[in-house]
Nanobody, 127 residues
Framework: QVQLVESGGGLVQAGGSLRLSCAASGFTFDDYAIGWFRQAPGKEREFVGA????????EYAESVKGRFTISRDNAKNTMYMQMYSLKPEDTAVYYC????????????????????WGRGTQVTVSS
């Protein structure tokens, strides 16, 4: 059974940093559709970033490019997202997502491409 568990969220002041984790069970991260999304209050869920697992290629939304970095740890079967220079507009619930049937190593930006989601972790950035 595919399960994803996010952690690492919290309350931080503007300009601060957080590192989110996405631990997987029931499967091993590989060149599937793997990504991070977020949903702010009153807004639709949006793409944040994606990673091609074996090569490590990443892509990010323009709003976080240069501030967020996705990485992975094969031994721990865990994905991370380091977030720097956080802004109040980064406040949201952050989700990791995967689709193990998309085994191509491509990067997917649309949430419709993903089949399994974690429950999310809250990130709150105060001004």
């Amino acid at each position: 059974q595919v399960q994803l568990v996010e952690s690492g969220g919290g309350l931080v002041q503007a300009g601060g940093s957080l590192r989110l984790s996405c631990a997987a069970s029931g499967f091993t991260f590989d060149d599937y559709a793997i990504g991070w999304f977020r949903q702010a209050p009153g807004k639709e869920r949006e793409f944040v970033g994606a990673i091609s697992w074996s090569v490590g290629n990443t892509e990010y939304a323009e709003s976080v490019k240069g501030r967020f970095t996705i990485s992975r740890d094969n031994a721990k079967n865990t994905m991370y997202m380091q977030m720097y220079s956080l802004k109040p507009e980064d406040t949201a619930v952050y989700y990791c997502a995967v689709n193990p049937t998309y085994h191509s190593g491509s990067l997917y930006y649309n949430q419709e491409a993903y089949t399994h989601w974690g429950r999310g972790t809250q990130v709150t950035v105060s001004s």
